[in-house]
């Protein structure tokens, strides 16, 4: 039967790294607003930026400049806290995705706990919905939180990929990619966007991209490394590039 035939897979190029380096030194360069401009010429189809609570890479200012200038999509990533929903209500990007933060954590370590939050979360999404905001939930490969992703009414979720791209051994590997494509058709059957990010580097992303039904994936890290040595633009549009074929390839192998 052939699969129907939707959206080509898109590319979120997540530029906190580029914040990162700013940060280093506390200057004012490198200019986070350029690098999403290049991401955006090179291909991408959305910008991501995290504003964490710490402020340790992406600032308020980057994200209230970038609202008025991006020619594709904002995803604004937060925690699910007064604060954050605050801003992204009087901001609004087309899109929000609600990730866990620990101040003490290096980076993100794992999925929301939704199915452990409804209330909280039920309460919060319907929030960012009202201000015309797409809610996305940041979460593990696992049935439950798919479940309560649907139950709170998010329309769109993120596999946290971390544990794929990670993997210290190809069986590991194997695993942690059955499990997301358990996850990504248990989504679907849900009536869910299924996105996927996290970790995901030039050599892992083409299992992930091939699986059916992943609409989106969110990478930044592994782009703005490669960036260093090969320039934005290349560094993006081979990502890009690395994901559309194996999407198509995917879908032609299962028709
Ligand atoms: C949620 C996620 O996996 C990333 O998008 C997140 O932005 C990681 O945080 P840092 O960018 O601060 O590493
Ligand atoms: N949500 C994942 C994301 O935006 C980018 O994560 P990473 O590629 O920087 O690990």
Redesign the pocket.
């Known amino acids: 039967m052939s699969e129907p035939t939707g959206a080509p897979i898109q590319l979120g190029v997540?530029i906190?790294?580029i914040a990162?380096i700013r940060a280093a030194r506390g200057t004012r360069y490198p200019e986070p607003i350029q690098a999403a401009l290049v991401a955006e010429q090179a291909g991408a189809d959305a910008i991501?930026l995290?504003l964490?609570e710490d402020r340790?890479?992406i600032q308020d200012r980057d994200v209230h400049l970038l609202k008025g200038i991006l020619q594709t999509r904002m995803n604004l990533?937060m925690a699910a806290t007064p604060e954050m929903v605050e801003i992204a209500c009087a901001v609004r990007p087309s899109d929000c995705?609600l990730?866990p933060e620990r101040r003490e954590e290096?980076?993100?370590e794992g999925g929301l706990d939704v199915a452990g939050h409804i209330d909280m979360l039920k309460e919060q999404t319907a929030r960012l919905t009202d201000a015309g905001v797409r809610v996305s939930l940041?979460i593990d490969a696992e049935a439950v939180q798919l479940e309560a992703a649907a139950e709170i009414g998010a329309p769109v979720v993120?596999i946290?990929t971390?544990r794929y791209a990670d993997a210290r051994s190809l069986a590991a590997r194997a695993e942690e990619l059955r499990r997301i494509a358990e996850a990504v058709a248990r989504g679907q059957a849900l009536g869910l966007q299924v996105n996927a990010?996290?970790?995901l580097d030039y050599p892992t992303v083409e299992a992930i991209a091939a699986l059916p039904g992943v609409r989106e994936l969110?990478i930044?890290?592994a782009i703005v490394a490669r960036a260093l040595f090969s320039g934005l633009e290349g560094a993006v549009a081979e990502m890009k590039r690395l994901m559309v074929q194996a999407a198509l390839l995917g879908q032609h192998a299962r028709t």
Do not use: A, K, S
């Open positions: 997540n906190d790294h990162t991501t995290h964490r340790r890479h990533e995705c990730v290096l980076t993100t940041f993120e946290h971390g990010g996290h970790g969110n930044g890290h």
